[in-house]
């Protein structure tokens, strides 16, 4: 999960309102009247914290001629809760597989195959491996803590491959990157996938 979607996910359920509304839900549909008057609030106060669910797909709506149905998702409900600790655990080096001699030849080795001397990227590599020692490299001339612009992320890429758009997304879902309306900045390299485990 990317990390505005993660983020998005914890933002909705930090509220004890929605959580109960969850609870609500956990044994079938409900109307939001229904939903109203089990939390003793107002209508009004239910439609708002529906579309904060609603934003993160953790409940659906049925209609059932004019009277709208709320029912908890729960496939998203499982897939959310699951994509912190997958992300923060991905790809973590275990003891004896910290970078050592063999790491270093294989990175230099994957370096050396897919760049040209002029250091552009002839090819984005097909095994994940190898694509992220190849990112990796790519934002090597990033700083940590400095906002960019999309503008200057293309013209970065494009240092090394005419196909930003795709480079730019593969930031984001390696997690290499977090994006917020447009600006974008470099994560700590803790929340980067290591290769080194894969």
């Not at 109307?31 to 939390?39: P, V, Y």
């Not at 149905?69 to 912190?84: M, V």
Request: charged fraction near 25%.
């Amino acid at each position: 999960m990317q990390l505005d979607k993660l983020v998005a996910f914890h933002k909705a359920l930090a509220d004890p309102t929605r959580i109960r509304i969850l609870f609500l839900l956990k044994n079938g549909p409900l109307h939001g009247q229904a939903l109203a008057e089990k939390l003793g609030v107002s209508a009004p106060t239910v439609t708002h914290h529906m579309a904060k669910l609603r934003h993160v797909a953790l409940v659906k709506e049925m209609r059932d001629k004019n009277t709208i149905y709320f029912e908890l998702d729960r496939y998203f409900l499982e897939q959310g809760s699951k994509a912190l600790p997958t992300s923060l655990f991905e790809g973590q080096p275990t003891g004896e597989e910290s970078m050592d001699h063999n790491h270093e030849r294989f990175k230099q080795s994957v370096l050396n195959n897919f760049f040209t001397k002029e250091g552009k990227l002839q090819q984005i590599p097909a095994q994940r491996k190898r694509k992220l020692i190849i990112f990796e490299y790519m934002l090597d001339g990033l700083t940590i803590g400095q906002k960019y612009p999309e503008n200057e992320i293309n013209a970065h890429i494009l240092q090394f491959h005419e196909d930003y758009c795709t480079i730019r997304r593969e930031f984001i879902v390696n997690h290499f990157m977090f994006r917020e309306q447009g600006i974008y900045e470099l994560n700590p390299h803790e929340m980067w996938v290591d290769w080194r485990s894969l």
